[in-house]
């Protein structure tokens, strides 16, 4: 038993036996001082760790690790996914690093294991196997125990004469078994989709009954000196009771060492299938078996018949089709008791049982005890092998959980080579609506499958796309007409069921088909931390999500999708193109301000070919730059200066240290991205200050001593006419960063359904209670819009209601067409929908051709104090557009092109961008949304009486459309959001 292993007992129901649970299985938590997502506890050269689930390690550590060891320089070469046994589900690395230590005669390479420990919680899942040992009395757990310590959540199950078990069962009851694997199934540290079944001699009939008789889901079995025939008792299940085929005691050889049973069991074929008169035959019916089977057995065994017995089973398996289930391990000279490595030879042994059965105290086991000890060395490592590879999902998700927004991995593994597939993927919204999509591969000469890389020859999409199984999803068949996949819960993400289907179909035609396997994976708009708080402040409806983290933090990490990174803590990415003496490269400046005062400086330096990095030296001012020394100008790829505390201003770059105590510590982390080798020479500078790698570095940690108070960008999120509050899309802003007011304004709780004016004073009142919120940044907040919303978002900005500095409008509209605006007492004119022009299809009512396009009809004289047409030209802050051209709700062509050309006219045209996507609908959602093209409408119903709303768009570009827009808007509210603050400083 491997230190770190856990033994506990069991006693649930009429199971009794020891459950043991391999080392790691978490909670972690992090060092102080660490990253705040992953730091690095312990290093081998050798060996195994605890956890395998390496995401980011830092220079720093690798660095003290080098201090310690004595050696100069610790220079990562390359990382590669490795597949271990206690974490099958999560993705593994291991990095594989270059030591170079000048002590010594020249370079040494040595593999590096990095176990990590994480601030966040982590559970830890096994795959499971159920231990059954031969006629044994008693719990016996050696093996099992050391199963577990190879990974294995392993019960080892007693079922003779142990505490309340009859040591002289008339029948062995198969529910018992059934009882345990189900129970061990749903362990909450053992993974779901099936078990394995390691099992000896008489266990191993058990275990063949189990699996021909499907009574759990077992994935693999491993049957040692195999029985496949009811020769000492008849099994029970189900209230039924098998026959019995008893030992032929005529043909029991007495042996000085004991008895010998090998010739007295039964092996005639045809006695063996009689009419049997029982429920159930004598002889385990393994042409059933659905699942991998290993067959280990030595060819002196002297108590089973084992040649007979594996023959038997091999036959009925081809007879059937199934003959790549069976793995046979033949081993001449080898005995019964075929155990772990290095075990001494039993040849014979007192058993209880067989006394208390039949008479027979002694019972010889056979053996040659070099042939069996090679036997034990050689079959352990294949048992291993096999349970690992078959009990792994074959479907595999990296990660189980991410953002909607995020690539989920999907591999399917154990296939034939270029074996026909089908994937389908099924997900059910909060109302109980169903959307499925599925996808038909082609296994590569592997029999692997990887959706990121292979593409789909048919089904619900075609070509390669990571995601594309979420975002070619339509409603099931048989549901009501215009359902929409929208999350009503944002607390509880979405659970995608995943099936594996042999050869290429429709699940929906094939719906009787069993899948090869399943596996399930979450996409969720709320990352973990959020705050999600309602709000009833004065008339305001709605929720206000607030990311992770209020502070205050022992460390941060810089990412383009960090979650905790706000102005106040000021980190930035920051291209300097106005530099003159720059060529052919560029430099990143990564800045920490806490309350005005820097902390932390430090500039990512990337040059392209060695001519431009010799360039840039000769160009560099020198008190601007800390330039390499001469001998370093044959060497080419991406710099990183790393400084502390400090303005790179005349440093020498052999000052540039890591030293403890450093208000600030910058460290290089993304050595892990995209599989980069680093490529290294001779180097006489700290690694810390300079790597030399052949792919971009792009994520940077920062760790900060000071305890910092964050606050928060602000952003109202207002979606179109829908009646309710809807807070998928401000939660999912709140996951980036930003704390956003999903607001309500249409049919929620005291908010009118069919209001006769839209009220600006509300917005305003709204957009000021989030500016003057504590965790809210003061100086402005953002509008996040679609359609209906689009248009308040820019009536605000046009009429200045509030310190708007940014509004992004999806689908947007200028024309009051559904209801006037309300603003300070005065109505606005409203030009009306023009209902000869709504075009009805099948899928509903398409608005586009309705609303009014004539710019001389536009401008009427008004009657009231405001326009019906939005003032757009009075905006003053940057607006982004975001469109398709294939929107049959809104003209959205003359939409965009009217902005633009008012904003033209005043000298604007630099605050507005377009991002124009053709073929794209209506409803632009989050990356990977399914296309919803027509959906049903209660506002539209009751306002105008079209219940059903077409929204157009082509399901792959639209997915395109959403994939490209939603980061250029979260960059876009980053940059436009932060100006202020950056004057500021």
Sequence with gaps: MANGVKRIPVREGRIRGTLFLPPGDGPFSGESGSCNLWSLRKFTLSGSCNLWSLKKCTSAYLLQIAQEKSYDYIIIIYMKKYEIAPLRNREALTVLCSVVNHAGSGYSTKEVMLNISCTQSVNVIFTGVIDLLGGVVGLVEFKASLLASHGFATLAMAFLGYEDQPLCPSSINLDYFEEAANGLISHPKVLPHGIGMYAMSYGSWIALLIASYQLAPIKAVVAISPLVIAFLHPFQLKGGVSDMIPLDESKVVSSEKGSIWRFAQQTDINYMNPTTISKYSATT?????????????????????????????????????????????????????????????????????????????????????????????????????????????????????????????????????????????????????????????????????????????????????????????????????????????????????????????????????????????????????????????????????????????????????????????DIQFRFLPKITFWVDHRCVMLRVVIQKVLFFFSLLFCYFNRLAKINFLHRAPQTFVCKPQPHLSTLQGFYFYSLCNLRPQSIQEKKLLLKKGSIGLGLISQFLFNNPVLFYKRLLLNPSNILIVRSPLQMLDIHCTQPVNVIFTGVIDLLGGVVGLVEFKASFLASYGFATLALAYLGYEDRPLSPSTINLDYFEEAANWLISHPKVLPHGIGMHAICYGSWIALLMASYHIAPIKAVVAVSPLVIAFLHPFQLKGGVSDMIPLDESKVVSSEKGSIWRFAQPTDIDYMNPTTVSKYSAITPVEN????????????????????????????????????????????????????????????????????????????????????????????????????THLQQDTESEE
């Excluded at 396997?517 to 709320?526: D, L, Q, R, V």
């Design 875 to 974: 905006i003053n802050c940057p607006v982004m557009l975001v469109s398709g051209t294939d929107d049959l709700n809104n003209p959205t062509d003359f939409t965009v092109k009217f902005i633009i050309d008012r904003l033209k006219e005043n000298g604007k045209e630099h605050l507005c961008t377009n991002l124009r996507y053709p073929q794209a609908g209506h409803l632009i959602e989050p990356p990977y949304s399914p296309l919803c093209d027509f959906s049903f409408s209660k506002s539209t119903k009751e306002w105008c009486g079209y219940p059903y709303l077409a929204w157009g768009g082509a399901t792959v570009a639209h997915a395109r459309a959403q994939e490209d827009c939603w980061p250029k808007i979260l960059h876009f509210l980053r």
């Design 285 to 569: 019916p393994v042409e059933n078996i659905n699942c991998p089977v290993i067959l280990v057995y030595g060819t002196d065994d002297l108590n089973v018949p084992t040649d007979f017995t594996v023959k038997f089973i091999i036959d009925r398996l081809k007879e059937n089709g199934k003959e790549h289930l069976c793995t046979n391990l033949r081993y001449p000279q080898a005995g019964h008791l075929i155990e772990p490595p290095y075990s001494p030879l039993c040849a014979s042994s007192f058993s209880k049982s067989s006394k208390e059965w039949c008479g027979y105290p002694y019972l010889a086991w056979g053996g040659e005890t070099v042939a069996h000890a090679r036997a034990h060395e050689e079959c352990w490592p294949k048992i291993l092998h096999f349970l690992r590879k078959n009990l792994d999902p074959m479907i595999t998700l990296c990660p189980k959980f991410s953002l909607v927004d995020k690539i989920t991995k999907i591999n399917v593994f154990r296939l034939k080579p270029l074996q026909k597939i089908t994937l389908a993927a099924r997900v059910v919204g909060d109302s109980g609506q169903v959307f499925d999509s599925h996808a038909h591969f082609v296994a590569t000469k592997h029999g692997h499958v990887d959706v990121c890389r292979e593409p789909s020859v048919g089904g619900s999409y075609r070509g390669v796309s990571a995601m594309g199984l979420l975002w070619s999803m339509k409603p099931s068949p048989g549901q009501r007409k215009g359902i929409r996949l929208m999350k009503s819960d944002v607390t509880k993400p979405y659970k995608v069921v995943l099936d594996c289907f042999d050869g290429h179909m429709d699940p929906q035609e094939s719906r009787s088909l069993q899948p090869l396997s399943s596996n399930t994976f979450e996409k969720g708009y709320m990352a973990d931390g959020v705050k999600r708080i309602p709000v009833r402040e004065g008339s305001i409806r709605g929720t206000l999500f607030l990311p992770p983290g209020d502070g205050p933090f022992p460390a941060f990490q810089m990412c383009h999708d960090l979650l905790k990174v706000t102005t106040v803590l």
